[in-house]
Nanobody, 124 residues
Framework: DVQLQASGGGLVQAGGSLRLSCTAS????????IGWFRQAPGKEREGVSCISSSDGSTYYADSVKGRFTISSDNAKNTAYLQMSSLKPEDTAIYYCVADSAEARRLCSPTYNYWGQGTQVTVSS
C-alpha cells in the first residue's frame, strides 16, 4: 500500500517560515510526482506545489510563487516544501499527495494518493 507521511506544520507569525516534509512508501519514488494541496475553512481545495521525481519539473500555484520552494530527495523518498514569507491567507490544512508522474499532470486534483493533513496556521 502507498503511504504518505507528512510532518512539519505548526503555528508561525506572518513573515515567518515553515518546512513541510512528506515521506512516501509503497511506491517507486522515481516514477512518481509528489506535492501538497491545501484547504482552508470555507474554501475549495487548492493545489499548492508538486514536483516530478522523474524529471524534476515543478508546479506552483500563483498564490505561492516566489515564496514556496519544493524539492525532493529521491534517496530518502521524501519531498520538502519550504514555505517563506508566510501570510495569514496561507493558513490551511496541507495534504501530501502523490501519483504516477506519467499518468497525471502535475498537481492534478485527481491524484490517487493522499496523506493525512498537517495544520499550518499563520498569525497576523
Amino acid at each position: 500500500d502507498v503511504q504518505l507521511q507528512a510532518s512539519g506544520g505548526g503555528l508561525v507569525q506572518a513573515g515567518g517560515s515553515l518546512r513541510l516534509s512528506c515521506t512516501a512508501s509503497g511506491l517507486t519514488f522515481d516514477d512518481y510526482a509528489i506535492g501538497w494541496f491545501r484547504q482552508a475553512p470555507g474554501k475549495e481545495r487548492e493545489g499548492v506545489s508538486c514536483i516530478s521525481s522523474s524529471d524534476g519539473s515543478t508546479y506552483y500555484a500563483d498564490s505561492v510563487k516566489g515564496r514556496f520552494t519544493i524539492s525532493s530527495d529521491n534517496a530518502k523518498n521524501t519531498a520538502y516544501l519550504q514555505m517563506s514569507s508566510l501570510k495569514p491567507e496561507d493558513t490551511a490544512i496541507y495534504y501530501c499527495v502523490a501519483d504516477s508522474a506519467e499518468a497525471r499532470r502535475l498537481c492534478s486534483p485527481t491524484y490517487n494518493y493522499w496523506g493525512q493533513g498537517t495544520q499550518v496556521t499563520v498569525s497576523s
